[in-house]
């Protein structure tokens, strides 16, 4: 370490020599009865702090090992350099030079970190502004500095500290950095693998040697966390395929002069791999052994699997706190036969004494409010603590999307063998938002937005949200409120006011558009956990603008029941969503049914919808989605399905390859008019991005798709549905996801609009 001192030099005498010249004072000084005590030298340190550590007082007999004592005492606060004794007709004068104190802590050429990061680490050193300095603290404060940028793969960092005196015994502390370029990895290898090929394991890990987009993902940077990470991933990948024995012995890692290049070598010991023979329950399982056994999910026959005796140990640890047993102990004990390669799994069970919850407790919501997370707990206090309602509370509280962390913990309750306590700490997130920006599309164009939503308004749990939209077909102005508990019981209110201006896709270019200005009410019902039905009504008026190409379809609605038409929908629906994320689902479903049926007014109809998603994960790394969405509708009271109520499909959400809202019938002119029936039928097979590691927000993926639109009173026939396939990339950007397709059509007709490239911002599967 280099420390540099402008001006003066600091002078620090050591303890030892010190103490060395103490002991001639003493040995010089008779024994004698102290008449006083003064102290020299303070400037900031209060001398009660100095009278309270010495070992003599006033009237006490002086000593030298009095003295020695005295001198070490005071050593050992850590605020003074210098410290001396001297004895004057009786009086004992201590004379003190205190420490230098940290003025101000500066930071230089620092760029990875943000200053007030570096700071805090300096504070958990001790070296903070007011607090003493001496070399020793700024060796340990330098030494924190190249372990954080070590950490972030700078191994070629240098620090050089600037120890600036200033007046009144005090320093100024600069620390000057050369951040330098992260070190890559350029060589990564495995030893000692003979059942499965060395890219097939590398294959498993974020980090790698590079690839031609490591520099968004940065997966050839090392770090020590992520590679720790990389090697429970490897030792996973074989314990849960029979090797039991398996060990990673070392993992030596080699760095370059330069401090630039990193060679990891990962030598592993394989061991041979072992079946299950057996699977046996000892303990006590409250008389429901058979119950148990249900959840086991390793099977005699099978490799031994590691994976599945841990979720197997989860389940039955979750099961016994079903019925109050909050402190049960499995543990697993492999009785292993080397002669056969086999392996019988017992389970061992001792549920410990019953509980149940005294009090719950809620930490970390500073800004939200204690009710609106204490609402969507069903364990609840002074009930028997319940493993399945705990777990269900906390995903209750994860959904309502106002933490980014939340996590319980079961506390013994001191003095009593059947409480505990349930501590939820919660880490919130900022939950409004402002937007003003701009977005762009294959079919809209360039549009303006803007927007307000607060999701937990004033910590209240309720949505407030201002939308506006400007872009070439679609025009938007909605403003729309949510109390999810407008009753205890948790029915949600929705209110919303909205005007919309849209001209519906089509190739003729035409300016004509639709107007609607509608204002509405809704409530949602939770029936269970995981289903939620909806049911409320709408008051709107739609105009139809006249233009240039409007569709004859239009005209003709319109000369017969007027350009401006009012409805009075009634909606009811029905929602479902058990996929492990909305933004990159990789398992789970999600199903929606909703219909609107128009029971007065000039538009008199009703039209219903249905879309079942559902994701199979085919490895860690691949997963399988499936989307179909079915419309229908009809004209009540002899009146046709209004027209601007239509469906249309073609394009990104519906049918790649085929320009958008092309498909579909056409009246005499031309244009497309869309339909009141629609199908949609769609496959993806995605993975990450060739070159990405396993970065889920850049991915590829491979589809067929497949839909058309039939007007009123045609059957849905599937010798008429388009088809294409394709590929594509979705990247969830700082703008939002954006999905990019290119698609060639498998089934076409005469006059249908090829449009092969296709992408927008913020469109889903």
Do not use: C
């Not at 012995?249 to 057996?278: H, L, M, Y």
């Not at 609402?375 to 509280?397: C, T």
């Not at 639109?709 to 950007?733: C, P, T």
């Not at 703008?735 to 249908?752: C, E, N, V």
């Amino acid at each position: 370490m280099k420390i540099q001192f402008n001006r003066i030099s600091l002078r620090t005498v050591s303890m030892v020599s010190v103490l060395s010249l103490a002991s001639q004072l003493v040995w010089a000084v008779e024994p004698f009865a102290v008449r006083d005590i003064r102290v020299e030298g303070l400037q900031r340190v209060e001398p009660g702090t100095v009278f309270a550590s010495l070992p003599v007082r006033v009237g006490d007999t002086y000593s030298d090992d009095k003295g020695s004592a005295a001198i070490r005492a005071l050593f050992a606060l850590g605020l003074f350099k210098d410290v001396r004794i001297d004895v004057v007709d009786g009086v004992l004068v201590v004379i003190v030079e205190e420490r230098p104190t940290v003025a101000e802590v500066e930071f230089s050429g620092a760029k990875e970190f943000d200053k007030d990061v570096l700071k805090k680490a300096m504070r958990d050193v001790g070296l903070a502004e007011g607090r003493p300095f001496d070399k020793a603290l700024a060796d340990r404060a330098e030494q924190e500095l190249l372990r954080q940028y070590i950490n972030r793969s700078l191994y070629g960092a240098e620090v050089v500290t600037t120890v600036t005196p200033t007046e009144r015994n005090r320093v100024n502390l600069t620390f000057t950095i050369v951040e330098g370029e992260p070190s890559k990895i350029n060589e990564i290898h495995i030893v000692g693998n003979k059942v499965f090929s060395e890219s097939t394991l590398l294959g498993l890990f974020d980090l790698d040697n590079g690839g031609w987009l490591s520099w968004y993902t940065k997966s050839n940077h090392y770090s020590r966390a992520k590679l720790n990470a990389d090697l429970e991933t490897l030792r996973s990948y074989y314990l849960s395929r029979g090797y039991l024995e398996f060990k990673i012995d070392s993992t030596p890692v080699a760095i370059s002069a330069n401090k630039q290049d990193i060679a990891v070598t990962i030598n592993v010991t394989e061991g041979e791999r072992f079946v299950v023979s057996a699977v046996k329950l000892e303990g006590n399982y409250l008389t429901r052994e058979k119950e148990f056994k249900t959840l086991v999910k390793i099977k005699p026959g099978q490799a031994y699997n590691a994976d599945e005796v841990a979720q197997t140990i989860k389940q039955f640890t979750e099961y016994f706190g079903n019925f109050g047993y909050a402190f049960a102990r499995v543990e697993s004990r492999p009785e292993i036969d080397r002669s056969n390669n086999s392996v019988a799994l017992v389970l061992q069970a001792d549920p410990s004494r019953r509980a149940y919850v005294r009090r719950i407790n809620i930490a970390g919501n500073n800004t939200t409010r204690d009710e609106v997370v204490r609402r969507e707990f069903r364990q609840m206090e002074a009930a028997w603590y319940d493993g399945d309602k705990i777990k269900m509370s906390r995903d209750r509280v994860d959904r309502l999307g106002y933490f980014k962390e939340v996590n319980i913990e079961t506390q013994e309750v001191p003095g009593s063998n059947d409480q505990v306590d349930l501590i939820l700490t919660v880490v919130e997130k900022p939950t409004g938002s402002i937007s003003l920006g701009a977005n762009f599309s294959s079919a809209d164009k360039l549009g303006l937005q803007f927007g307000i939503k607060q999701e937990n308004a004033f910590g209240s749990g309720n949505y407030l949200g201002l939308e506006i939209n400007t872009s070439r077909y679609n025009k938007t102005l909605a403003v729309n409120t949510t109390n999810p508990y407008f009753t205890p019981d948790g029915i949600s209110r929705t209110l919303e006011a909205y005007y919309r201006s849209s001209t519906p896709y089509q190739d003729l270019g035409g300016n004509y558009e639709l107007h609607t200005t509608g204002a509405g009410l809704r409530f949602g019902v939770p029936f269970n956990e995981r289903d939620t039905v909806f049911f409320g009504g709408n008051l709107e008026q739609t105009k139809i603008v006249p233009g240039t190409n409007i569709p004859v379809a239009y005209l003709a609605y319109a000369s017969q029941f007027g350009y401006t038409s009012t409805a009075i929908p009634l909606t009811v629906g029905w929602g479902r969503d058990d996929r492990d994320s909305a933004v990159t689902p990789t398992s789970g479903s999600f199903q929606r049914l909703m219909s609107d049926w128009g029971v007065a007014g000039d538009a008199r109809y009703i039209r219903g919808s249905y879309q079942n998603q559902m994701f199979l994960p085919l490895t860690k790394k691949i997963t399988f989605g499936t989307n179909v969405e079915i419309g229908l509708g009809k004209g009540l009271s002899g009146r046709p399905f209004p027209v601007f109520k239509n469906f249309y499909s073609g394009g990104l959400g519906s049918v790649r390859g085929f320009e958008q809202g092309t498909l579909g019938p056409r009246d005499v002119s031309g244009s497309v008019v869309g339909g009141p029936n629609k199908i949609n039928l769609n496959a993806e097979l995605s993975s990450p991005f060739p070159g990405a590691g396993n970065d889920r927000s850049l991915r590829a993926y491979a589809f067929v798709d497949a839909g058309n639109v039939f007007g009123e009173g045609e059957r849905i026939r599937l010798n008429e549905l388009r088809s294409s396939y394709g590929l594509g990339v979705s990247w969830i950007s700082p703008m939002g996801p954006l999905r990019l397709s290119y698609a060639r059509p498998i089934t076409k007709f005469a006059g249908d609009k090829i449009q092969a490239l296709q992408f927008n911002i913020g469109t889903s599967f």
